[in-house]
């Protein structure tokens, strides 16, 4: 059975940081798309970031210059380092994977940005 799993989430104060990884199983992780979203209360599901088999990335523009992902195929595991972060990028943070017709989703790891 496929598993996506996410961790690394957590409350931290405004302007810190927190690494993401979503760790999966029982795919051919190097050839798949993944990708980072989140979801904020009363707020549509975003993409955050992405990052291709060829190891391309693009990034919403809120994130730009802040957030960073990236991919360990030997450890099948993708990343998002989150830097500076801000009160307004609370939200359950989502990885996706996505190869052909193949789409899995993990079950999200919440980011709280509080002080």
């Known amino acids: 059975q496929v598993q996506i799993v996410e961790s690394g989430g957590g409350l931290v104060q405004p302007g810190g940081s927190l690494t993401l990884s979503c760790t999966t199983s029982?795919?051919?992780?190097?050839?798949?798309?993944m990708g980072w979203y989140r979801q904020a209360p009363g707020k549509q599901t975003e993409l955050v970031a992405s990052?291709?088999?060829?190891?391309?990335?693009n990034y919403a523009d809120s994130v730009k210059g802040r957030f960073t992902i990236f991919r360990d195929n030997a450890k099948n595991t993708a990343y998002l380092q989150m830097n500076s972060l801000k009160p307004e990028d609370t939200a359950l943070y989502y990885c996706?994977?996505?190869?052909?017709?193949?789409?899995?989703w993990g079950q999200g790891t919440q980011v709280t940005v509080s002080s």
């Open positions: 996706n994977a996505v190869s052909g017709r193949s789409n899995f």
């Open positions: 029982r795919i051919i992780f190097s050839i798949y798309f």
């Open positions: 990052i291709d088999s060829g190891r391309a990335t």
